[in-house]
């Protein structure tokens, strides 16, 4: 599995943007949630946002009702919508897979790189 992120960028505070990662997999791999992470200077990475093979989602709360996480049908790739964006929202964000081989329960995790979101006030 590999991911790759993209669509960082410098943003006003109450702006928006939307950040993607496209995922490639073997057809001998079924990924099974996928997730936003984010990491600001000086602490720790926290998850911001997963959804499931059937679609079920989950936030941490300080994003509620301001980011949107989905994918296309495919699972191709993995969106980020960010609105009403705060300079806490500041940090590097990173798309994340809990995938495994279609024959074993062999589940292992994937990171792509970070990219950048910068919010101004």
């Known amino acids: 599995v590999q991911l790759q992120a993209f669509g960082g960028g410098l943003v006003q505070a109450g702006g928006s943007l939307r950040l993607s990662c496209a995922v490639s997999?073997?057809?001998?791999?079924?990924?099974?949630?996928m997730a936003w992470y984010r990491q600001a200077p000086g602490k720790q990475r926290e998850l911001v946002a997963g959804?499931?093979?059937?679609?079920?989602?989950d936030y941490v709360d300080s994003v509620k009702g301001r980011l949107t996480v989905s994918t296309d049908k495919a699972w191709n790739t993995l969106y980020l919508q960010m609105s009403s964006l705060k300079p806490e929202d500041t940090a590097s964000y990173y798309c994340?897979?809990?995938?495994?081989?279609?024959?074993?329960?062999?589940?292992?995790?994937?990171w792509g790189q970070g990219t950048l979101v910068t919010v101004s006030s």
């Open positions: 997999v073997s057809n001998s791999v079924t990924i099974h949630r």
């Open positions: 994340h897979a809990i995938a495994s081989t279609n024959t074993a329960a062999d589940y292992r995790q994937y």
């Open positions: 959804i499931t093979s059937d679609s079920r989602t």
